[in-house]
């Protein structure tokens, strides 16, 4: 007998590997492999939480309203243009599977988030690479790869796993030279921690143009991520497209509630971004003054190159796991050589240096 079969393709996704976050035997783990926030949620946001668990016998709002209401008026949008999600997961996957199918290919840049390919799969389309230049998004080689397949183009800003980013000119001339049909999806997770002033998120694209898309998430600056909760700023078109497809409640109560109070926490956020501010910088400057390389990064995280390459990356990363301290491994991402490091609390950022040095010490 044979049991049912999935669509062609399914069976060929890699499920996605999230950080670690717990060591056998190891009573105090310093988690830096997920890029959360280090500063948690809003105490706000967290009075809000254990208000909502009274209404929990009671079903969400399904159209999000009052949180949308809150996202437009705390970026200056249209409420009517935002549509809230799981998470960006959700909304990435969503958009691939209202966009995409079997016979499309979803175009992305080499070291892009691994959801992009996921999903894409998922909806039965095609994923394609374009190689980057120095880790960062290449517009012209990203271009060179749209087909008269291409239905989608993410374009993480910043990156994630590398914090590198484009300027506003270089992501407009994506958007100019694409194909009218093909919808752009700037993923702008960690916007909140760029001062840049060639960067934006991508809110005036999609205020001008039919075929971008923004998404954001509340997992990083906000401290939100065991809520899964995300939203998408997108044409008017697009946006009635994902809320056909989307589950009516697909956002539970307590996200709800929550990402409001969060929004309306100005001094917390303030703090996130200030630690960040101090702090990633820092762990570049000791990353680099152990010898290991440090890519100019713009978000919560380093991303750290190891000379002797892939070999001693992962020696390096078991050490470190002995004494304590998880990062990411890169080499799902093909960057074998390389771990991803997240801005942590004071300690533990120059915990996992001290752990560093003390492996490259002992070589």
Known sequence: MTGPRPKPGILDIAPYVGGESKIPGVKRVIKL??????LGPSPKAVAAYRKAAKELH?????GADRLRAALAEHHGLEPE???CGAGSDELIAMLCRA???AGDEVLYSEYGFLMYAISAKSAGATPVKAPERDLTADVDALLARVTPRTRLVFLANPNNPTGT?????AVERLRDRLPGDVLLVIDAAYAEYVDRNDYSPGIDLVRGHPNVVMTRTFSKIYGLAALRLGWAYCPPAVADVLHRVRGPFNVGTAAQVVGVAALRDAAHTARAKHHNDRWRPWLARELEAIGLGATPSVGNF?????PAGAAQAATADAFLKKNGVIVRAMKGYGLPDCVRITV???DENEAVIAALRAFLAAR
């Open 33 to 38: 492999a997920s890029n959360e926030s280090p």
């Open 58 to 62: 009671r079903y969400p709002d399904g």
């Open 81 to 83: 243009r935002i549509v």
């Open 99 to 101: 966009y995409a199918g």
């Open 165 to 169: 980013y484009l300027g506003n000119d």
């Open 302 to 306: 380093v991303l750290a190159r190891f």
């Open 344 to 346: 942590g609390m004071d």
